[in-house]
């Protein structure tokens, strides 16, 4: 069955982009597992497109068309993973370009902006994108690109999407959101005004913990074809069985996150009551200081939750006692996982500015999974109380 954007989400995560195979019926895309494709004349590829797999896949390309439906968008371009998708955009750009970046990203993405592409010439200023004004006064007549991450890891900052992308398009730049955090389900960055949605779709997307892999999603037509030049031309191709498994976590999408909103949001208010815990970082909590702007732009607050334990000892002790909640870096997977940022995502971060974005020693970052819910509470509070 085709889809139309008229469409439910629940609806597009199950159908969109997938119609039975043509020669059995299957009713799931089959994993086009080859490099190359038999041409039945010189140069006259089938579909005009099929002459090698770098090139075109039909399994990326239902992957790609679910995943533009359920971000609202007109184009997908499936990367090997979210750092080449997140590259792609920048490869578009020229030496002497200007990005302005939030701060307060995916360590990875920094890492690639600071040692890799500022080394060929592109140039950064990281901002606090809290501050729409930060945005606009970073802002040059060389400026292309403004990159955000809404919400930020760890500490669950927000980004003013629509604001930002007035701030952007009035100084003739693009707007891309790293949505990896929120996903399709709870946040739809093209709706609101960004020109790209960006994710990392090892975690929520695919939800199992089994794949790495990146999608870019955009509606204009020209910047998607300049995207698929990029990865044309530089190669970061997901292989067709993780676009397989992929579209296999995206048709319990709408299942999962909600589960995972509903988790995330008692686990945090559990924790905020908590007496072992001094502060709770979850933008679904009427405390979390931009709780209006999450309300306003978001649907669902996922299962990422940061809390503060005050030291790196009661960190430590939390995370070594916890027996469903597994120590291991990553996210948005059906299993919870728990992990100290100051020690393990974020420990190349010089401390200074580790503890200004507010980073501490005793800070917390939990993945809630969608176990059940009171067996999740009980193994935290029986490693709270150490
Ligand atoms: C994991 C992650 C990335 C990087 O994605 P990979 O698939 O690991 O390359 C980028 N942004 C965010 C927000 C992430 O969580």
Redesign the pocket.
Known sequence: MSSTPTQRFGTLAVHAGQSPEATTGAIMPPIFQTSTYVQPAIAEPLGGIYDYARVANPTREALERNLAALEGGAHGIAFA??????ESVLKRLSAGDHIVSEEN??G??TRMFTRVLSKLGLEFTFVDSRDSDAVADAMTPRTRLVHV?TPT?PMMRLCDIARVAEVAHAGGALLMV?N??ASPYNQRPLELGADVA??????YLNGHSDI???VVVVDDEDLAEEIRFVRKSSGAVPGPMDAWLCLRGTKTLHLRMGAHNSNGLAVARFLQEHPRVDRVFYPGLPSHEQHELATRQMTGFTGMVSVDVGTLERARALVEHTQLFQLAE???GVESLVSVPSLMTHASVPREMRERMGVTDGLVRLSVGIEDIDDLLADLDGALQG
Not at 81 to 86: E, F, T, V
Not at 198 to 203: G, I, L
């Open positions: 993973s979210g750092l080449a998708a997140i990203t995916y990875g993405t991450e890891n790293d990896t955090f960006v994710h990392s779709t090892t975690k790495i892999g990146g990553s996210l948005g």
